[in-house]
């Protein structure tokens, strides 16, 4: 026996959900209570759960919490084996005012599901005098505990820290998230990502740099500090901008003073895996970002600025500058450098009135550092087709961006592009091809159709499809076979309600596939069932046909049916007769094999006659 007790201890150990029973989540509360009274709100789980969110305590003070139990036994009857755990997680309120509360869910995840407890309701009544009494004499014996909770507040905090709060806009601001912490960390995530209005970001955070860790005092406590997020935004107008602050999830396990005041259960500490430490989750919020974004000056802003705001470089190329009439050309421009690279827009060109011009393809190139912020480049790739042969030029293209370095306006602009085209060829189209989209090639040069000399159909002046003849015909048939489709689905249905007739009609079928399986038998050599096969076939055609119930079939509603339906009175004697051959064979003593055969073919021919002879 104990060695069986120790392998379902192992079993327990390695198979947390060995013997429970399905997953139960209940909030327990102590009600009423008075105001200025201390209560605790329990939650039970019979599993071992994780992210464990409580529900909102607003109209209550939260003295402590959460906090964490844990029970677990195991039963041996008869063999028997039962394991039951129980996981308890506690809050200690105080009631501030009269009235009754409702109290929400609680949320934990098991295995991989979701539960939520009841709801509860705790009814807060007027305090008493002796009961305030007793809590001014208990205030100094709950100092202790005040204090050991005000520690928990400093175990960890989140600073929102940025490298400038008075950017213009456009121009990049580097936002790093710090977590200060004092106490080892099991579990964190981000449970709500910061938000700046009227801002674009970028994250610039990856897993390998949100490892470091280094060291800081703060108020004369040393901490660990972590940069767990860091983010690059540009602001899109001038003025006061607030940020909506990150909020953060962790747990974290702090020594637990009260085991060191009573006694624990090994099994306890065992299964909870605690060793004199609690585990204590908590949500941080950061401060959040305050930025007076200043407006680039008006002063000396170039007409083709468009919002570019750091350190850039311009460059322009084209493919080609002698072509023939509808031949493609490509006119690349690109931007690269340090800023708003994703906000730019593409520099206006004027070009000439005779070339098509199809709208640029763009690609973007971005890189994001925490050392070095946003760069990459922009490329602008436009596909332009001169139609008419000359000379044409194309003006120098200006691109102009705010210098953060000298706080002045560059306009940077590229050489002058004379493109000379020459005639195409009498009889020959061109293919226009753009190699930047690989799509959309046209054949041209037959772009003008000759006029159509051969004879065009006339009809009279003032006639007009709509109030012909034909114009209300093609209106009526849809309504005329919504008609006839409607009435037949009905018919149908209808037939398919009368079930006596569906009998009627799968009366010979039902037959056929009687004979068939007792043919099968016969072949067998089996005679009792291939004369319940027969008999079944024979009955069953006679009732399903003439709508007789089971019940009710004899010799002579039999007969008195085929003289209603007008059947020969030869034909009748030949059903009848099959019928008491069919039934002795089934019942008489005697050898029945012989004559399997001959009843078969007999049976198989007086219904298909009788079919014949009813239609």
């Known amino acids: 026996m104990r060695r069986l007790a120790v392998i379902v201890f192992l079993i327990s150990l390695f198979f947390p959900g060995f013997g429970q029973d399905d997953i139960n989540f209940e909030a327990k509360t102590k009600t009423p209570v008075r105001v200025g009274e201390r209560f605790r ?7 071992e759960g994780e992210n464990f969110m409580p529900p909102d305590f607003d109209n209550f003070k939260v003295l402590s919490g959460p906090n964490r139990s844990s029970r677990s036994s195991i039963q041996i009857v008869n063999g028997n084996v039962s394991r039951s755990v129980n996981y308890e997680y506690y809050y200690t309120l105080e009631a501030t005012r009269e009235g009754t509360f409702e109290i929400g869910p609680a949320t934990i995840g098991v295995d991989g599901e979701t539960y939520k407890s009841n709801r509860t309701k705790v009814r807060v009544v007027p305090g008493d005098k002796q009961s305030s009494r007793s809590r001014q004499k208990s205030s100094s014996q709950s100092s202790g505990r005040q204090s050991s909770s005000s520690t928990e507040d400093e175990l960890a905090f989140l600073r929102a820290e940025v490298n400038k709060t008075k950017p213009y806009q456009g121009e990049e601001v580097i936002v790093t998230y710090k977590l200060y912490y004092r106490v080892d960390i099991a579990d964190y995530g981000i449970s709500q990502s910061p938000s700046y209005p009227g801002c674009w970001s970028q994250d610039l955070t990856n897993d390998s740099q949100r490892r470091g860790r280094t060291t800081e005092t703060v108020d004369g406590k040393r901490y660990y500090v972590s940069d767990i997020y860091k983010e690059a935004i540009f602001p899109q107008r001038s003025g006061k901008i607030e940020s909506k602050p990150m909020h953060f999830k962790m747990v974290a396990r702090v020594k637990d003073r009260s085991q060191s005041r009573r006694k624990r259960d090994p099994f306890e500490s065992f299964f909870d895996n605690q060793f004199g430490y609690k585990r204590v989750e908590k949500t941080l919020k950061s401060n959040p970002v305050n930025l007076d974004v200043k407006a680039l000056p008006e002063n000396n802003k170039p007409t083709s600025f468009s919002g570019a705001v750091g ?38 060109i004027d070009f000439p009135p005779d070339f098509e011009v199809y709208d640029p393809d763009v690609s973007i190139n971005v890189n994001a550092s925490t050392s070095s912020g ?123 309600g009368n079930v006596a007739l569906q009998k009627e009609r799968k009366a010979t079928r039902i037959a056929r596939k009687h004979l068939k399986r007792s043919k099968k038998v016969m072949q067998e050599g089996n005679s009792g069932e291939f004369y319940e096969e027969l008999a079944d076939a024979v009955w069953g055609y006679i009732s399903d046909k003439f709508h007789i119930p089971l019940s009710d079939l004899s010799m002579d509603t039999v007969r008195e049916r085929l003289e209603q339906k007008n059947i020969s009175a030869e034909m009748i004697q030949q059903f009848i007769d099959t019928l008491e051959e069919c039934e002795y064979a089934r019942f008489a003593p005697g050898e029945k094999d012989n004559r399997m055969e001959q009843i078969y073919h007999k049976a198989y021919k007086v219904i298909i006659q009788t079919e014949k002879q009813l239609k």
């Open 41 to 47: 709100m329990t939650f039970n789980v019979n599993a």
């Open 311 to 348: 350190d850039f470089r311009f460059n322009t190329d084209i493919d080609k500058t002698d072509v023939k009439a509808n031949d493609a050309v490509n006119l690349t421009l690109k931007v690269k450098g340090d800023g708003n690279i994703k906000l730019i827009d593409p520099p206006e």
């Open 374 to 496: 946003v760069s990459g480049s922009k490329t602008f790739e436009y596909t332009i087709i001169p139609r008419i042969p000359g000379e044409f030029t194309i003006e120098p293209l200006k691109f102009s961006y705010y210098d953060l370095q000298s706080n002045r306006y560059v306009t940077k602009k590229s050489p002058v592009y004379t493109i000379n085209v020459s005639k195409t060829p009498t009889g020959q189209g061109n293919i226009a091809y753009n190699p930047s989209t690989q799509e959309e090639i046209q054949y041209l040069g037959k772009d003008i159709r000759f006029i159509y000399t051969k004879p065009y159909p006339l009809k009279k002046a003032g006639e007009y499809f709509y109030g012909s003849q034909r114009f209300y015909l093609l209106l009526i048939i849809p309504l005329v076979l919504f008609v006839v489709i409607v009435l037949l689905i009905r018919y149908n249905r209808k037939q398919r």
